[in-house]
């Protein structure tokens, strides 16, 4: 990414444009020279964790325009995000179960035996589950329930 500020905007481009009016000259095919003759300079976006960072607006940081990367406030109390991570969680294992409920319908219905893998994996299942549910509610702060992957 290029920038470049103009009448105090800051304009950024995804390459040096083809022509480029500065000062009532119009430049045509810009190098990395003519570029930073006119006042391109580079572009540096930090590293940042989107659920919990966003980036303050650009600003120029000596010879390149960047962000600062800024705390994102957390709105949900920590029992609403732990709420909701549980029923996110709930609903990736409801989606697992779903494919061997079928298997769990034809006994109800016809009484034909349930295989044993069958339940051994529905049962890792809802064991998984309760692990992870429990690791959700010990967690204490709001940045950590955010930060939480559900692995199941």
């Known amino acids: ?19 480029f009016k500065h000062d009532g000259i119009v430049w045509a095919l ?3 020279k003519q570029a930073a003759k006119i006042g391109f300079k580079d572009v540096v976006t930090p590293d940042y964790d989107f659920r919990i960072e966003e980036l303050s607006p650009i ?11 800024i705390e994102k406030p ?4 920590l029992v609403e995000l732990k709420a909701n991570k549980v029923s996110d969680l709930k609903s990736m294992a409801s989606s697992q179960l779903s494919q061997t409920d079928w298997y769990i319908v034809r006994n109800a219905d016809t009484g034909a035996e349930v295989p044993q893998s069958i339940k051994d994996e529905r049962a890792a299942i809802r064991t998984k589950s309760d692990s ?9 702060t709001k940045k950590a329930v955010v930060l939480f992957d559900i692995n199941l």
Do not use: C, H, W
């Open 1 to 19: 990414m290029k920038a470049i500020e103009i009448n105090g905007e800051i304009k950024l481009f995804s390459k040096y444009p083809k022509n």
């Open 30 to 32: 810009l190098d990395d």
């Open 59 to 69: 600003k120029l940081d000596g010879d390149v325009y960047t962000y600062d990367v």
């Open 74 to 77: 957390i709105k949900q109390t």
């Open 132 to 140: 992870i549910e429990a690791e959700i509610n010990a967690l204490s």
